[in-house]
């Protein structure tokens, strides 16, 4: 019996260690609580929400309190995104990183992104095989004006970036949003236009079944199913806003709006659904709710199966999370709530929507999530439809709890939770327990509403345990509320359990019929700084306790100096002890029935005394006006605080200071023939104590102390300031300045000062001083102060040339300066920068100017000098600055408009024998380099440069050695001349609307269009500026006779030569040729190939032929004026090219003639061309003659570009059958001709530039 007695009481010893540490440690730490407004059989589990309670991890249980924490003051100042980790360990964001906690909350692991990003707080998500999926941040500049209208130029975009690491922490995964996703991709009301964009926002990212990613984009109102070996995006689902969407959606339309957007948490369940949070804030209507969806990802159909909104409704403009429970419950998060007289933080509700549990936070301003997990507990499930034995487990560890049922009203899901604590609110019904055991269990079935049987508990589930004798069952309806009974408890020692009969889940706790000690509340173990006479302080369980005291003065209580019992309150008050001394202490509880084990022994120390003055003597007299005070070291004291008044009542302090440990003060403020009182406080970790007595002492008459300029200072201003500490009953100074120590040559006597200042303006330059004070009372005046001397500077130089800012200084120049009385040297400095860090030349000088040689091209340069007499030194003169001449002359630097025909024109380079001249389209000058060499001149002509190009180009010399290449200088060619098209030069026209056009000119965005009657163009009838396209049609109609014209193109910077100046003729005789008019292709045979015109003349006409703009032969010399036809056989002889022409002249008058616009093609018929390039391949075309289509059968050993045409018999094309690059391989196209006429046609087949050619026959 006594072994059990003494186990029992080191069990209860330890029991009460443990609910120490576990609770009273967590209360006494003000923490955020919640409101639990329903609690009604929730799913097991604590809850894991934030960020609150700054640097403290922090785990609630159902009662809306804190049940675990940590401090992690040093390591983080706030939690962030709490969530348990597939591996049951425990993970927050902390700043820049996520830490990993292990069961006990010791820190395990640091995660974040790879270095160059910063890590993003949303998420951390766990693989069965250890990898790990996180978000980067990848903040980068970006001109958003190219992107979207009215965009930043210099905004900064929040790029993402999935990564994916091993459990090792190697990099094997990433996915850059930027690369894959457009910035206007952003769903609609996401600002672009800000100085800030984040198109994307991606706050969750998890593994799907199948090991590829979910990722959610709430900005882009959609989430990805991202293919985690290729990157490839296998699906976008969005709702109605988003931009991206790929699904129908099914059975969700609210208000016209289908899907969701700003969402939040989307994740796979274990039936295939996709349950998110959808904060809803492009709807009309904004509310939050908790969605989810059957999901074909074949059909891309999805079907709202089930959801919940909350009433009230509650906006939720971020944050949030949908969390599905293993018994089927749903908890929401609801983020940041914006209906603040809701406060809602978060719901758990039933599959049919009803609440089991839900939190509020008065006042709270956002929670990122709320997650219900199981974690430092233990809880296991059962469904229980009938009666029978049931055990409870989480498969590897019991709660300990068996249910023997012999029936039950309802049935289902039915969950019993360990937790390693007792209750936090114990109340009791009747028999109270002296001690319990730092469990509790929670039996929770929101679907049994009574049950007759017998609950078991398994001791051998409970540590240090061996006595059980008082051991007993409580229990009490409801969770976190009402009151404790007792049940009847029996002890089955055959299987170490303990029982009771039950006709209802709720909470159970395991008691001791003795009870436990005192829980001390103040003072606190080791307090410092505690009364004379303090109140010590406990907490009891019931009004039936009595308490006993002792205090010692050792730690064993062998020097006992008070033992006092018989105590019915919860308080004692302690007297009579002494100063800066250590106590111990120890409280003992008793009951009629019960007697507590003694606290642990803790212990105070008193506050530390009050100091006793020393001197001055209390009313002493002729005190000096600088003095010691001194007082009695006070033992424990590690301040002091001092008050002087010149009233004892001590309402205006003269001085007031604290001071470090030492137990005397030095003054120097105390004013002649002046009463002070004084008093001074001991201080000790914050305590200060009562003040001294209050003590008084006289001043003597004083003397004036002076305080600059200092004693013997030899920097000072020809305009100086004097000061010097103030005498308060002084009415005024007088103040003696002279060039002698006796003071014979007195330069300045100021009297009836009433300042403790003076400021002297015009003294002399390098020129020693003396000084000297005192002060004048009422009726007296104390003596003269010290005599101080101090010399002034030298005068700073006055700069003379160059004056500032000239630009274009020779390399080989001088820097001149005004002459300064006295000195003998000057310091000339020539720097890079205006802060003088970068030194060029620094030079002492014994006149006034400097010579400077071989300065660089093209350099600002910042000079300055100062004086010296002997030692001493003026101050520095004003900065100047000048820049020399650029080395570069033409073209300078971002000039446009630049010839491509120019000379390169800069400065000599003094010795120089030859230049090198580089020229470049790229500044590094990598590649498409021209470089020149041996140039003896400072020009050099280059010819041939590319229109509208920016090049970049540098210049050295060469002397005995090669110098530094110059700096590079851009410049921009002006804009290719155009090229006129319509109408040709020399062209006759009837009265019309004419239409001008020319070609498109690269790099041009409008264009100057001139129409004249003299070829200078002096004579204008037309100038039409900003054409936006390559033609333009004149308003009115144009009479008879001549004209000019030419273009003129340009851009915002650049332009163009003016194009050459065509002529052409306005006359009522018109001839205009029709075929052919440009592009066609005629092929050489013995079909007639028809040249057409169209003509208002009376006139015979001859048809020539040119080639390449000029004359090549006549076609027919007279055709009669009653066709405009003419049909002609091609000569075999007739060369194959691409640039000839036809004209038609009137044989009436020769000015009257029209000529193809552009240029077209003859070629002659042939099987095969030989091959350009060594690409194999073979051609069969078949059936040939052919009724209604034909097949072209190619098959190529390599990659390669082919295009098939078809033409007619007189050369214009009328398919293209084929224009692409094809794979190796056969490849067959079929031209139909259903809808085409009988005859004969022609094909030209491209291979990589090879041409095969052939005729085609279309029978019907």
Not at 609 to 626: F, I
Not at 912 to 930: A, G, H, M, R, T
């Amino acid at each position: 019996m006594r072994m059990e007695k003494i186990t029992l009481i080191r069990y209860i010893l330890i029991v009460v260690y443990i609910a120490f540490l576990s609770f009273d440690k967590v209360y006494s730490i003000k923490f955020t609580e919640f409101d639990v407004s329903v609690l009604d059989n929730p799913a097991p589990g604590y809850i894991l929400t934030g960020p609150f309670n700054d640097h403290y991890l922090t785990i609630y249980d159902n009662s809306g309190k804190v049940a675990y924490y940590r401090d992690l003051a040093g390591i983080t100042e706030q939690v962030m995104a709490l969530r348990l980790l597939e591996n049951g360990y425990i993970a927050f964001f902390a700043e820049t990183r996520w830490i990993i906690c292990d069961e006990n909350l010791n820190i395990v692991k640091y995660v974040s992104c790879s270095p160059q990003y910063l890590t993003n707080f949303h998420t951390l998500f766990l693989s069965p095989q250890g990898n790990y999926l996180l978000v980067a941040n990848d903040f980068r500049k970006i001109d958003m004006s190219r992107i979207v209208q009215g965009g930043k130029t210099d905004a900064t975009l929040e790029n993402h970036i999935i990564q994916e690491f091993d459990r090792n922490g190697n990099l094997v995964f990433e996915w850059n949003c930027l690369e894959h996703i457009a910035i206007t991709d952003a769903a609609e009301g996401i600002p672009l236009t800000e100085s800030n964009v984040d198109p994307y926002h991606v706050n969750c990212v998890r593994y799907d079944t199948d090991g590829n990613i979910i990722a959610n984009f709430r900005n882009l109102d959609a989430f990805y199913k991202i293919n985690r070996s290729t990157g490839e995006i296998m699906w976008i689902m969005g709702g109605k806003s988003s931009k991206v969407n790929q699904f129908t959606f099914i059975n969700d339309n609210i208000d016209g709006f289908y899907g969701f957007s700003r969402q939040h948490d989307p994740k796979r369940l274990s039936n295939g659904n996709i349950l998110l949070f959808d904060n809803g804030n492009a709807r009309p209507r904004h509310f939050a709710r908790a969605v989810e969806y059957s999901v074909n990802e074949t059909t891309k159909r999805a079907t709202k199966v089930w959801e919940y909104i909350h009433y009230p409704y509650i906006n939720s403009a971020f944050m949030g999370s949908a969390q599905r429970l293993p018994n089927g419950n749903t908890l929401i998060g609801w983020g940041m709530n914006l209906q603040t007289n809701y406060d809602y933080v978060g719901t758990e509700v039933t599959p049919d929507g009803k609440k089991v549990f839900e939190i509020k936070l008065p006042n709270h301003k956002a929670v990122y999530q709320v997650l219900r997990e199981v974690f430092k507990m233990i809880a296991g499930s059962n469904n229980i439809n009938s009666a029978g034995t049931y055990y409870f487990s989480d498969g590897s560890k019991s709660t300990g709890v068996s249910l023997n049922l012999n029936s039950i009203t309802g049935g289902g899901y039915t969950s019993v939770e360990k937790h390693f604590y007792a209750p936090i609110n114990i109340s009791y019904s009747g028999q109270q327990s002296c001690i319990l055991l730092p469990y509790r269990w929670v039996i929770n079935s929101s679907n049994i509403s009574s049950v007759n049987g017998k609950i078991s508990f398994d001791l051998n589930e409970i540590e240090n345990l061996s006595d059980y004798n008082n051991l007993k069952i409580f229990y009490r309806p409801k969770e976190a509320s009402g009151s404790f009974s007792l049940l009847e408890t029996t002890y089955n020692s055959q299987r170490n359990v303990l029982e009771a009969n039950i006709t209802q889940f709720g909470e159970f706790v395991l008691g001791f019929t003795n009870i436990n000690p005192p829980i001390i509340k103040s003072p606190s173990d080791n307090a410092q700084n505690v009364p004379l006479s303090p109140l010590i302080k406990w907490q009891a369980s019931s009004q039936y306790e009595k308490f006993r005291i002792q205090i010692a003065l050792d730690p064993n209580f062998n020097d006992i100096i008070l033992d006092s019992s018989n105590i019915s309150t919860t308080e004692f008050k302690v007297r009579f002890l002494r100063n800066f001394t250590t106590y111990y202490y120890r409280i003992q509880k008793y009951s009629f029935n019960c007697q507590s084990e003694w606290t642990q022994a803790q212990s105070f120390t008193t506050v530390i005394a009050t100091p006793e003055q020393v001197y001055p003597k209390n009313l002493s007299k002729n005190e000096p006006l600088d003095g010691t005070m001194e007082w009695i070291a006070v033992p424990g004291a590690k301040k002091y605080k001092i008050q002087i008044c010149e009233y004892p009542g001590f309402n205006y302090f003269v001085f007031e200071k604290t001071i470090d440990s030492v137990n005397k003060f030095e003054y120097f403020f105390s004013k002649p023939l002046t009463k002070y009182f004084w008093r001074v406080a001991a201080i000790r970790d914050g305590f200060i104590t009562d003040w001294s007595e209050v003590w008084s002492y006289t001043t003597s008459n004083g003397i004036v102390k002076l305080f600059e300029p200092s004693k013997f200072y030899n920097k000072a201003d020809v305009k100086q300031r004097f000061d010097w500490y103030a005498i308060n009953s002084a009415n005024y100074y007088q103040f003696q300045l002279a060039k002698d120590f006796n003071f014979e040559n007195i330069i300045i006597d100021s009297n009836k000062i009433k300042q403790s200042e003076i400021t002297l303006a015009k003294l002399d330059y390098s020129t020693t001083y003396f000084w000297r004070v005192r002060a004048f009372y009422k009726d007296t005046n104390t003596s003269w102060s010290d005599k101080w001397s101090f010399s002034t500077l030298p005068a700073s130089p006055k700069l003379l040339n160059p004056s500032n800012n000239v630009l274009h200084f020779p390399l080989n120049g001088s820097l001149t300066w005004s002459e300064v009385p006295k000195a003998t040297k000057y310091l000339v400095q020539l720097s890079y920068g205006n802060d003088f860090n970068n030194i060029f030349q620094e030079q002492y000088t014994n006149i006034n100017y400097y010579n400077l040689f071989n300065l660089d091209f093209n350099t600002q340069y910042f000079w300055r000098v100062k004086a010296f007499t002997g030692e001493i030194e003026s101050q520095w003169s004003e900065i100047r600055n000048f820049a020399t001449i650029e080395e570069l002359v033409y073209p300078s630097f971002n000039q446009f408009k630049v010839p491509i025909d120019l000379r390169f024109i800069w400065n000599r380079t003094i010795g120089f024998s030859y230049y090198d001249l580089k020229i470049s389209e790229y500044f590094d000058f990598s590649e498409n380099n021209l470089f020149f060499t041996n140039i003896l001149d400072t020009s050099f002509e280059v010819k041939g440069l590319a229109p509208n190009k920016t090049y970049y180009w540098t210049v050295r010399a060469i002397t005995s050695t090669k110098s530094r290449w110059s700096d590079v200088f851009q410049f921009t060619t002006q804009l290719a001349k155009p090229e006129l098209i319509e109408p040709i030069n020399l062209e006759v026209l009837v009265p019309s609307k004419l239409i001008f056009k020319w070609n498109q000119v690269q790099g041009a965005t409008y264009y100057n269009l001139i129409v004249s009657k003299d070829f200078e163009q002096k004579k204008i009838i037309y100038n039409l500026n900003n054409i936006q396209k390559n033609q333009e049609v004149l308003p009115e109609f144009l009479s008879n006779g001549d004209y000019y014209w030419s273009v003129t193109a340009y851009n915002e910077n650049n332009s163009s030569l003016s194009s050459n100046v065509f002529k052409f003729t306005i006359n009522n005789s018109y001839l205009s040729l029709i075929i052919p008019n440009g592009g066609e292709v005629w092929i050489k045979n013995n079909e007639p190939k028809r040249i057409q015109w169209d003509k208002k003349i009376n006139s015979n006409v001859s048809i020539h032929l040119y080639r390449n703009g000029s004359y090549f032969r006549t076609i027919v010399d007279s055709v009669s004026s009653n066709t405009d036809v003419f049909d002609w056989i091609i000569s075999g002889d007739i060369p194959d090219d691409t640039s000839y022409q036809i004209k038609v002249n009137s044989l009436n008058n020769p000015d009257v003639f029209s000529m193809s616009r552009k240029q077209f093609s003859i070629k002659s018929i042939t099987n095969v061309v030989e091959n350009k390039e060594d690409i194999e391949f073979s051609i069969t075309n078949y059936p040939n003659p052919f009724n209604n289509s034909t097949y072209f059968d190619i098959s190529l050993e390599k990659p390669t570009n082919c295009s098939i045409e078809i033409f007619d018999i007189n050369g214009l094309m009328i398919k293209q059958l084929l224009n692409a690059r094809l794979n190796s391989g056969k490849h067959i196209y079929i031209w139909d001709a259903s809808e085409i006429a009988t005859g004969i046609y022609y094909y030209i087949i491209k291979i990589n530039g090879d041409i095969r050619k052939g005729t085609l026959t279309l029978i019907k």
